[in-house]
T-cell receptor
Framework: DADVTQTPRNRITKTGKRIMLECSQTKGHDRMYWYRQDPGLGLRLIYYSFDVKDINKGEISDGYSVSRQAQAKFSLSLESAIPNQTALYFC?????????????FGSGTRLTVV | GIQVEQSPPDLILQEGANSTLRCNFSDSVNNLQWFHQNPWGQLINLFYIPSGTKQNGRLSATTVATERYSLLYISSSQTTDSGVYFCAVGLDEYGNKLVFGAGTILRVKS
């Protein structure tokens, strides 16, 4: 099994619908992140969590919410999806005790809002 | 906020050629990482390199923190090196929150 698992891998949804993207990890890392990737813009941070009781907004949090259900689970919700939220979404984990910060990304969720 | 600029935006190489990718950043950072995104979208951490030089096989990276730039060297390129290379810098005290550059798209032709 992958260290960081995202579900679903692909999703098409309609404008105005609520949608949840899920992320689970087996790395044992406390720190988890949601990033969004748009063509030509790199990745941008949506929300991050340094432990179960800690939730923080990132660079582009408007229109999104998150829930940290357990150390291993971090979900991202779009309460009312809009077309400009069409993007590739990545969940990631890290651990500052790891020499490389241990940054590990999931395989991504490709979301299309029509 | 901090700016992260990568160059070149696109690069086409013949297999076996060498290349240098550059990352400039506008402020002091305590974390700098290089990632490779393969053609299937998977992101792999290549280097954590806030300063100094590291090597891993055909890849090496150098960061000159005082001059706010980092270089990624790819030697004897292979078709499997194709994809997008991202530089990312960490802002917070522990360097966890990353700000990414727009990436360099590399195509290696056989």
């Amino acid at each position: 099994d992958a260290d960081v698992t995202q579900t679903p891998r692909n999703r098409i949804t309609k404008t105005g619908k609520r949608i949840m993207l899920e992320c689970s990890q087996t790395k044992g890392h406390d720190r988890m992140y949601w990033y969004r990737q748009d063509p030509g813009l790199g990745l941008r941070l949506i929300y991050y969590s340094f432990d179960v009781k800690d939730i923080n907004k990132g660079e582009i949090s408007d229109g999104y919410s998150v829930s940290r259900q357990a150390q291993a689970k971090f979900s991202l919700s779009l309460e009312s999806a809009i077309p400009n939220q069409t993007a590739l979404y990545f969940c990631a984990t890290s651990d500052p005790r790891d020499g490389n910060y241990g940054y590990t990304f999931g395989s991504g969720t490709r979301l299309t809002v029509v | 906020g901090i700016q992260v600029e990568q160059s070149p935006p696109d690069l086409i190489l013949q297999e076996g050629a060498n290349s240098t990718l550059r990352c400039n950043f506008s402020d002091s950072v305590n974390n700098l990482q290089w990632f490779h995104q393969n053609p299937w979208g998977q992101l792999i951490n290549l280097f954590y390199i806030p300063s100094g030089t590291k090597q891993n096989g055909r890849l090496s990276a150098t960061t000159v923190a005082t001059e706010r730039y980092s270089l990624l060297y790819i030697s004897s390129s292979q078709t499997t090196d194709s994809g997008v290379y991202f530089c990312a810098v960490g802002l917070d005290e522990y360097g966890n929150k990353l700000v990414f550059g727009a990436g360099t798209i590399l195509r290696v032709k056989s």
